[in-house]
Structures are given as C-alpha cells and as structure tokens.
C-alpha cells in the first residue's frame, strides 16, 4: 500500500520561501508520476506541479513556474516543492500525490494516491 506523508508547511511572510516534502513508502516509484495540489478556502483543488520519477522531467502549472521547483530524491524516496517568493494568494493546503505512469496529469482524478496535506499561510 502506498503513503505518502506531506509536511513543511506553516506561515511565512510575503516574498519569503517554503520547502514542502512529499516522503513515499509502500513501494518504489519507478514508473510513477508524482504531483502536488493546492487547495484555498472556498476553492477547487488544483494542479501545482508533477515530475516523472524515473526521468525527473517536471511540469508546472503556468502560473507557478517562475517560483516553485519540484524535484525527488531516489534515495529518500522523498518529492519535494520549492516555493520561493510567496504571495497570500498562494495560502492553501498543499497535497502530494501519485499516480502510476509517466504521463504527466494535472486532473486530481488521475491520481491514486494522496498525502493529508500541509498547510502554507503567507500573510502580508
């Protein structure tokens, strides 16, 4: 059975920096896809980020791209978000997830496994 554990996250001012970590066990991930989410108050879950394990190529929502970085650690078994000058907007819940393939999904319908979330407050 897969987990994953989502942790990092807490307040921090605007324009400051947050490292989430993603830590997988159940099995290795080779072949899996990992993605992170994001969800405000009052607002649908959306798409963050995702990188192919085994390649570690990465893709990023649009909006993102410029201030967040995903990558793993093989031997951690570890995902892990960079988020870097934060703004309030980017307040919500943040959640690792997994999906088995290498095609990069930004539905949460695609994925099969979730952490419980971590929580990123940025006031300003």
């Known amino acids: 059975q897969v987990q994953l554990e989502d942790s990092g996250g807490g307040l921090v001012q605007a324009g400051g920096s947050l490292r989430l970590s993603c830590a997988a066990s159940g099995r290795t991930f080779s072949g899996y896809t990992m993605g992170w989410f994001r969800q405000a108050p009052g607002k649908e879950r959306e798409f963050v980020a995702a990188i192919r394990w085994s390649f570690g190529s990465t893709y990023y929502a649009d909006s993102m791209k410029d201030r967040f970085t995903i990558s793993r650690d093989n031997a951690k078994n570890t995902a892990y978000l960079q988020m870097n000058s934060l703004k309030p907007e980017d307040t919500a819940v943040y959640y690792c997830?997994?999906?088995?393939?290498?095609?990069?999904?930004?539905?949460?319908?695609?994925?099969?496994?979730w952490g419980q979330g971590t929580q990123v407050t940025v006031s300003s």
């Open positions: 997830a997994s999906r088995r393939g290498i095609g990069v999904v930004t539905s949460i319908d695609g994925y099969d496994y």
